[in-house]
């Protein structure tokens, strides 16, 4: 049966959850969990790092999911634009399929917005993403290299100071290759 999660808190991470985070991303990206840990640790540690937008999700004191959006730049030729990306998301495998995800999604977005962000980008299902208002980021002149096999993954959120000057090219900083960049899309 299918039931939302309520009993959840959301709130920024601290240093003293690093390692309760770490657990959680290994977890729940299974093969891959080494690699998306050591992204997160990367994030944090450079300057696209927007400590407002990593947040836990917390039952009972215990974390049980985490997320984090961090800057990146949008190159249109003319200029470089600094954007928001989600990546990544990790929800405790006993606790998916709760509506935990989607709560850390929505609270990520709300709180974006009231940063004065234009936009969230990130690549993900959109089965899933669509859900939130995500939408293809080709609507929006904005181009993300994928590989052929996920050419619908590219999605955008505009937000309130979305204007259309946001366009161009993603370019992911390096510590992203291991995750999700294919050689033939850097
Ligand atoms: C993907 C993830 C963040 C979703 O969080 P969640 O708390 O399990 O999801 P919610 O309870 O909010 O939503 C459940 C819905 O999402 C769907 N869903 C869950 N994971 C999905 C995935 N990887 N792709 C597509 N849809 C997914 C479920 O089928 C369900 O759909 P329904 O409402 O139509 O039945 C979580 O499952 C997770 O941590 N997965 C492993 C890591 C990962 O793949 N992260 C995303 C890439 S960065």
Known sequence: MKYNET?????TENARDYNHIDTIVREAFNDSGVLVA?????????????????????????IVGHIMLSHLNLDDNDRVHRVVTLSP??????MQKKGIGSSLIKAAIKKTDALGEPLIMLEGDPNYYLRFGFKPGKEFGIGIALPHWAPEAAMILPLSKYNQDSKGKIIYPPYFDKVNRPPHTR
Not at 7 to 11: A, F, M, Q
Not at 38 to 60: F, M, Q, T
Not at 89 to 94: N, T
Request: hydrophobic content about 35%; cysteine-free.
């Open 38 to 62: 050591e992204l997160v640790n990367s994030i944090r540690e450079s300057s696209n790092y927007i400590p407002e937008l990593s947040l836990v999700a917390e039952k009972k004191g215990t």
């Open 7 to 11: 009993n959840i808190t959301i709130r």
């Open 89 to 94: 998301i990790s929800i405790k495998p006993e």
